[in-house]
């Protein structure tokens, strides 16, 4: 019974003993379970979770703050008649100049610069107004009549060499079969054609950036130079009215013509008319082939170079998730100055109006940023000088010394006349001249449109952005040296009217109303495109 009792004992104890550890296992079991639990809760409260991107604050209340008051507050200080009409270089535009920074700093907007200063110092230097004339076998053509330069060309030559359009690019050139070292060469606007009526250069009915007007010539007159060219003569009868107009504009004002100073060379350039061109030779117009043409030339025109003080003014709010991508928006400064007869040209709607409607742009966004609303990508307000004599503050902040990198530009707004009425406009009077929005980024146009009708309704009007436009406003404001280096623009316009640089354009004549409503659609498309997600595509190329 012993032995019953016992074996009772040990297989109850065995029993228990499974029981025990069947408990034991699941208690383990249990207590990793909720190790494990724990372990990723205490992971998971570990490990930084991206930042979401802040969702994007309603900018009315900011551009709503851009007001016709305001504007026309600005503007009747801007525009008087202490400003001496802001002509580059003079005490006027330095007063221009100082108001804005004053304004700037008011506003506790940062310059852009790093030493803290709003001023970006342009070297221009001014060309005294040439005299003289050119001699063609002893035939003397006056300067300003039928040749026009800027600067002094001095020579005599027996001979010169004719390079047809003066083009060089991939299987073409024209000086294939010419030596131009030490010689003075004649060139032709345009470019060349096949049989088949297509451009040679492009193999289309598309013209290249050779019969571009703005940039054909210098284009064809630097590689004749680098050719060893002593000096171009340039044939052009489409944009000889226009030199000349500059020339006689020059003469009477006695001005001379601005170049940024690291422009200045010995290098001559003289534009001719038809009858000075066909004087050397006749059929010129007809003949294409590069050439040796004996000729007796005297070049009699005298002039020379004084340095010129004038700055951009640049401020800068930085962006608080994309801070090394830039958004330009711009407006240029300066104005024409004081006439022969002292009459003053205040500059009003040219450009007074784009520069105070800048002024409230930054406002705007300087309001968003102080209640942490500020854009995604940093905002470069851009004052330029020199526009008035070729573009020059804009082509120096582009080419020479741009204060933040060209290639994490993501777009320029420029702003240039946004006050008037085009009289010759036959719409309602709530309209704008866009210019350039398509030319290199889809993306920007669609914007410009979408911002338009959801904020604004300005009936955009792009008659000026056709490639056929004779008037090539495109290549005619601070834009275009944005949009030359790649960079999408666009240009808002009102177009020219009966005071366009004449005394007339006066504050009083400014409608604020439509400054207002312009001045806020530039705001709202500067602001979606500083806080869209990613940076505008550029999916064209730049001419």
Known sequence: MLICTLGFLYRTFDYFWEILKTDIRMKKLSLLVLGLVFACNSSQNTITKA???????DPIPYAESITQEDLKEHLYTYASDEFEGRETGTPGQKKAVEYISSEYESLNIPPAKSNGDYLQKVPLEVSKVPEGNLSINNEVFELGKHVVTYSTAQGAYDQIVYAGYGIEEGNYSDYNTIDVTGKLVLIKAGEPKNPDGNYVISGSTEKSDWSNMSEGMPKKANLAYEKGASGVLYFDTQNYPRFRGYFQFMKSNNSGRMQLAK???????VILDEEAAKTIKSDIEKDDVPKTVATDIKLNITGGNDAIDSENVVAFLKGTE????????SSHLDHIGITADGQINNGADDDGSGTVALLEIAQAFKKATDEGNGPKRSIVFLHVTGEEKGLLGSRYYTDVDPVFPLENTVANLNIDMIGRIDPKYTGARNYLYLIGSDKLSTELHNLSEEVNKKYTNIEFDYKYNDENDPNRFYYRSDHYN????NIPIIFYFNGTHADYHRPGDTPDKINYDLLENRARLIFHTAWEIANRPSRLVVDKAAD
């Open 51 to 57: 930042p979401q991107p802040k969702p994007m604050a």
């Open 263 to 269: 422009d200045t060379s010995d290098e001559i350039l």
């Open 322 to 329: 994309k801070p090394e991508e830039y958004v330009v928006i």
């Open 482 to 485: 944005f949009a030359k280096n």
